[in-house]
């Protein structure tokens, strides 16, 4: 191989996978580094695959695409995996593997790399979609050939060989962040019988920080896709930012959970994800209100699929498409604004209106304003019942 095109976070891993690839394999190396929200400083970026060996370095704002194409149809599917996890990370990797593949075909290049573990998941989601995208080229997968050990040796070898990083021995949590979310693990999280300290949480604050203050926040939502934030119109980007910000203040959307990876063992990851929790339980509350019993209850069911092929790196799959489809159905009708209060790390729906809304309160009041025909109820019950009537008799 003479090129290769690394998928790049100017995290540890990736910046050790420049220098051992060059090395290893005498090719020279492009990076690329999709910017969905992980990288605060472009400038120490570029300045880290430079001290790597990289010949250069892509770095693109892929965050209104990551919006639109890719959190949009997990917010319609209600996707969180294994009902916490709301895929954040997930949802970008197929992204990566979109742009990974095209920059590939635009430099000529004949392999991709990426710097996920072999034990991982996302290793899975981005070799897939590479494949999917274009099965002539070849991948690296670094972390499943070196001879590292340890995140320690890694220190070790980029310190050896100049090369910048942000993780030290003291603090090596492997983080994974974009606007849907940050993913943390490794260190002291690796035991699960252990609270995770306030050091590993870089989004959220301690309930002993927060406001003691409630804040009540208006999300407008127009056909499915939330456009405004106490009444001020906004991009959808914008948005999640700002939703972020403002949860975060109040110690909302900290996941602690163990979960079932792909590869067959059980890891314990934690997550925050102050947006994607209030969005998620925005949009779920509008859809109760302007949808039937029978579609809001089958959605759930499909949900529990949808999630899992995201998880399991089946974004580029004809299921993953038709069930786009599916949930894109009824979005239309997913129109109004919910209310939401922030309080002591909890994020509490209060309020919920549109003019879709299913909701009557003469069928649901039980004061003089009644408009439900109780002597129906007689019959309904008769009927309802009939197939069970003295099944358990002796």
Same mark, same amino acid.
């Given at each position: 191989m003479k090129k290769v095109v690394l998928a790049y976070s100017g995290g540890l891993d990736t910046s050790c996978a420049v220098r051992w690839i060059r090395d290893t394999y005498g090719a020279e190396v492009v990076c690329f580094s999709a910017f969905i929200g992980e990288v605060a400083d472009r400038k120490l970026l570029a300045k880290k695959a430079r001290s790597a060996g990289a010949s250069k370095i892509y770095i693109e704002d892929l965050k209104a695409e990551f919006a639109r194409d890719f959190i949009v149809p997990a917010l319609w599917a209600h996707a969180k995996y294994e009902g916490k996890y709301p895929l954040a990370t997930s949802l970008g990797r197929?992204?990566?593997? %979109?742009?990974?593949?095209?920059?590939?075909? %635009?430099? %000529?290049?004949? @392999?991709?790399?990426?710097? @996920?573990?072999?034990?991982?998941?996302?290793q899975v989601r981005i070799e897939v979609g590479v494949k999917t995208l274009n099965p002539k080229l070849k991948v690296i997968a670094p972390l499943r050939e070196w001879s590292f050990n340890s995140r320690e040796e890694e220190i070790d070898y980029a310190k050896q060989h100049a090369i910048l990083i942000s993780a030290t021995k003291k603090s090596p949590y492997s983080i994974d962040k974009n606007i849907w979310g940050i993913a943390i693990e490794a260190g002291v999280l690796e035991d699960?019988?252990?609270?995770?300290?306030?050091?590993?949480?870089?989004?959220t604050r301690p309930l002993a920080r927060v406001p003691k203050k409630p804040l009540y926040v208006n999300i407008g939502f127009k056909g499915g896709i939330p456009v405004s934030l106490n009444g001020k119109p906004m991009v959808l980007v914008a948005l999640i930012e700002r939703l972020n910000q403002l949860g975060g203040q109040y110690g909302v959307g900290r996941i602690d959970q163990i979960e079932n990876r792909l590869v067959g063992i059980k890891s314990r990851e934690l997550y925050e994800a102050p947006a994607a929790t209030i969005l998620h339980l925005a949009h779920e509350e509008l859809e109760s209100l302007v949808t039937d019993r029978e579609f809001f209850h089958y959605r759930r069911v499909l949900s529990e699929k949808y999630s899992e092929l995201v998880y399991y790196g089946l974004w580029f799959t004809p299921l993953r498409e038709a069930l786009d489809q599916f949930f894109a159905t009824h979005q239309k009708r997913v129109t109004g604004v919910i209310r939401v209060r922030l309080e002591q790390g909890n994020a509490i729906v209060v309020g919920r209106k549109s003019p879709y809304s299913l909701y009557s309160e003469k069928l649901a009041t039980y004061s003089a304003k009644d408009e439900f025909d109780r002597t129906a109820a007689e019959g309904f019950m008769k009927i309802w019942g009939l197939p069970y009537e003295g099944r358990l008799k002796k």
């Open positions: 197929p992204l990566i593997a %979109k742009h990974l593949v095209r920059i590939a075909e %635009k430099e %000529k290049a004949d @392999c991709v790399a990426h710097g @996920c573990t072999g034990k991982g998941n996302d699960p019988w252990k609270e995770p300290p306030e050091d590993a949480y870089l989004m």
